[in-house]
């Protein structure tokens, strides 16, 4: 078990503290999987409505730990050349234009081509050997030496062939490179994976996952998050705007307001002095919280009963 | 048995009762592989059973892959793991005596007969190890000996609802139940306070019986007994579907729709020969000092087809319009842009109806609106002022009707027009392949002038149609 290498991570109670403390709220189902990914060394697969912490997740995650973070953002076409490893083609041509000489010494005297290429062999393959192969985040995050915490981004993104070529990174920990071998992770990596669950992720990468479902906050929770966030607001605002954002969710939106919205707007209110939550400022800001026209005109309509669900 | 009970032998049969749960959960139709099961025994040794909500989201982790699996999962691991009602400690008894000198019945034993006299009968039965299990109330030892007895019973072959009776006399047997019942009809007549403390014992050890069979029925059959529901509603012709059958229908129809949304939910891609990638090509070349050992193509992404529904909803068909609009709109993940088009008489859009209402609602406000005598010639005209310049490369139509025309002109020439636009016309029909172009059936016109005519009338032949299109083949 890897308690060792991350002592931070070896109790339910002391993530969700150490957690707060680093400003990131966390209910004990995400405390206990993470708890879980640390003892059994296993990948997290994060999913969730865009903006309720996803990422925020896992950068908390490494500065708990006090690890690097490595982050890999997927889009379509990436690829192992951008996502593994690759060769550093130009300093490659460089060298062996610089060596040209040598080569000349090496072959002085060579007889026949049999013999000529013998004395090349011996030299092995100098030009692949590490000094010129360039580390993309997947195998950065495999060389780090205290382990680190490995963040795959919106994998969901990425092409489905892509998650095939992620399956020996995430059930090994290890890289294969064809002319160099296969290498290992020194010290296993946190790794965590999210996805906005645009399209079904494989079987395959989801068997070599543990699951957390991140769902919107409850008023309670997501009034705590504010409240770390954005400590200049006073209480009983926080408590207002926060059921706002929730009558605004149950609205049928194109885009409902995520936490980091309730988050920006919380910023914004104090920025502007707010006292009071009331209708002329809500409507003044409400392009803070919503990102659609058709959504401000839904949510304005109904503003008498969203500041009534907001006085509670 | 349950999770927080103390005193059970633990390792052993919490990790019986992990798997057991994941046998469960197939039943609920989450697949958990073998290494799934793994992890989850990992992570409730982890864990630990004492903390319910804890195991409850340290399993989810390692069990339920997706929103709605986490959904099925936690109704499921309630329904499993609920809290044992504090068990009256040993049957209802007065438990006085640590060594268990006093049996059942205390009240009789006590008004008739010494307890010792008692005791002195029963001496015959120490020494079955099933007695004194019962007798001194050794919960591990009764647990280990059911179970024992159950795998001996082969109680996971249990398949019916029926056979219940049948499993409990079998692990009752396989226990060793008879040296009792024996013992039972020799006290008798002689000694009522003997036979009624043997009874008792006898009676506990069939109730934990029956709840190990029930149990077993649970995991076992009954995910048994549902697929059987299922396969026969699947096969059952859909107007014939009555109103109670509708919510498993209605589930069964989600699952299909999961399924084929999973299939065909990725973009596909396909290369084509023929298109040189340039930049792409250049840059794969650039290792081999620019020597293109590696061509790369250009990809063209397969396009999910757009479909256009016309059902007719008059009186007959409209049962079998009902389902296949269910399941097309089940399926808007996969086909975002359905349009569907209503007509018995007239014909108009109902799309937004549809997108708007629950399909049940949304059908009869169609009825209500479309109703009357049907007429295919005219439903055609009035679709191809609505929509036929809509109809593209990229467009499937799917008409669902009996084509029976009250001898009307059924206007092939626009079903002609609507083919020749179209990616592909599907014809799906209610009616048995036999029936048609008998009467005023134009089915076999109708079919000159599709891709596909299909007969189309139960769950499984409509799975086969969507999936097929989803497939996007001729």
């Not at chain 1, 072959?107 to 011996?122: C, I, P, V």
């Not at chain 1, 395959?204 to 309670?220: D, G, M, N, Q, Y």
């Not at chain 1, 009071?276 to 058709?294: A, I, M």
């Amino acid at each position: 078990m890897s308690d060792t290498h991350y002592p931070a991570l070896s109790d339910i109670d002391a993530i969700q503290q150490a957690f707060e403390s680093a400003g990131y709220i966390c209910t004990t189902r995400i405390a206990t999987v993470v708890r879980l990914a640390a003892a059994l060394e296993k990948p997290v697969l994060i999913e969730g409505p865009p903006g309720v912490g996803k990422t925020e997740l896992a950068k908390t995650c490494a500065m708990v730990v006090d690890r690097p973070l490595v982050r890999l953002q997927c889009y379509e076409g990436l690829d192992e050349s951008k996502a593994l490893y690759e060769w550093k083609y130009g300093k490659q041509l460089l060298y062996t234009q610089l060596l040209k000489e040598q080569l000349g010494d090496i072959m002085d005297g060579a007889k026949g081509l049999t013999e000529s290429m013998n004395r090349l062999h011996q030299f092995g393959d100098v030009f692949y050997s590490e000094a010129f192969l360039e580390s993309r985040p997947l195998l950065k995050a495999m060389e780090e030496d205290n382990g680190g915490v490995l963040l795959i981004d919106e994998i969901d993104k990425a092409d489905f062939e892509f998650e095939s070529l992620l399956l020996e990174v995430l059930s090994d920990f290890q890289v294969s490179i064809p002319e160099l071998g296969t290498i290992q992770a020194h010290s296993k990596p946190l790794v965590f994976l999210t996805s906005n669950d645009t399209r079904d992720l494989s079987d395959a990468l989801k068997r070599r996952c543990l699951h957390l479902h991140i769902p919107f906050p409850s008023v309670e929770l997501e009034a705590r998050i504010v409240a770390s966030r954005v400590p200049d607001l006073a209480q009983s605002m926080t408590d207002q705007l926060v059921r706002f954002v929730h009558a605004i969710r149950s609205l049928d939106l194109k885009k409902a307001p995520a936490i980091s919205e309730t988050v920006d707007w919380a910023k914004s209110l104090v920025l502007l002095h707010a006292r009071d939550l009331d209708g002329s400022l809500v409507q003044d800001t409400l392009n803070v919280l919503l990102k659609y026209e058709e959504d401000i005109q839904i949510a304005e309509g109904q503003l008498p009963k969203l500041m009534a669900a907001a006085a509670g | 048995m349950a999770v927080d009970s103390p005193n059970t032998a633990r390792a052993a049969t919490s990790s019986d009762q992990l798997l057991a749960f994941v046998q469960y959960l197939r039943g609920k139709k989450i697949p958990v592989s073998p290494a799934d099961t793994l992890d989850a025994i990992e992570v409730a040794e982890l864990v630990g059973y004492r903390d319910r909500s804890l195991l409850k989201n340290g399993l989810a982790a390692a069990l339920a892959k997706s929103r709605h699996e986490l959904t099925v999962f936690e109704a499921a691991f309630d329904d499993y793991f609920q809290p044992a009602p504090e068990r009256p400690p040993a049957g209802g008894q007065t438990d006085g005596q640590p060594d268990g000198s006093s049996t059942d019945a205390p009240d009789q034993a006590t008004q008739t007969d010494p307890a010792t006299q008692n005791e002195d009968l029963l001496e015959g039965l120490r020494g079955n190890a099933l007695f004194d299990a019962l007798d001194s109330q050794d919960e591990s030892a009764l647990s280990v000996a059911i179970e024992t007895a159950a795998a001996e019973a082969k109680v996971e072959e249990i398949s019916l609802f029926t056979q219940r009776g049948q499993y409990v006399r079998k692990i009752l047997d396989a226990l060793g139940d008879e040296a009792l019942r024996e013992a039972a009809i020799e006290f008798e007549q002689s000694e009522p306070a003997a036979f009624e403390a043997v009874q008792a014992l006898r009676e506990q050890l069939r109730e934990r019986v029956r709840d190990r069979v029930e149990r077993a029925y649970l995991i076992h059959a009954s995910a048994a007994t549902e697929d059987l529901l299922d396969e026969s509603l699947s096969k059952l012709k859909l107007g014939n579907v009555d109103h109670s059958q509708m919510a498993r229908l209605k589930r069964l129809m989600d699952r299909m729709a999961r399924k084929l949304a999973a299939r065909h939910g990725r973009r596909r891609r396909r290369y084509r020969r023929g298109k040189l990638h340039v930049g792409e090509t250049v840059r794969r070349a650039i290792p081999t000092d620019g020597i293109p050992f590696h061509p790369r193509w250009r990809k063209i992404e397969r396009k999910r087809p757009q479909i256009m529904a016309i059902c007719d909803v008059s009186g007959s068909v409209a049962a079998y319009a009902k389902f296949l609009l269910m399941f097309l709109y089940a399926l808007q993940d996969v086909l975002p842009r359905t349009r569907s088009f209503a007509f018995s008489a007239a014909l108009g859009e109902v799309s937004d109806l549809f997108a708007k209402l629950p399909v049940e609602e949304a059908i009869e406000r169609v009825n209500l609106k479309y109703g009357g005598a049907t007429d295919y010639g005219r439903a055609l005209q009035d679709f191809s002022e609505l929509a036929l310049a809509e109809v593209n490369s990229a467009t499937t139509v799917i008409v669902l009707g009996d084509a029976r025309n009250n001898q009307a002109d059924p206007r092939l020439d626009l079903l002609a027009e609507i083919k020749a636009r179209a990616r592909q016309l599907i014809w799906l029909n209610p009616e048995s392949t036999r029936l048609w172009g008998t009467g005023d059936s134009e089915m076999l016109l109708v079919k000159r002038h599709c891709h596909l005519a299909k007969e189309c009338n139960n769950l499984n032949q409509l799975e086969r149609i969507i999936d097929k299109l989803l497939s996007d083949k001729r």
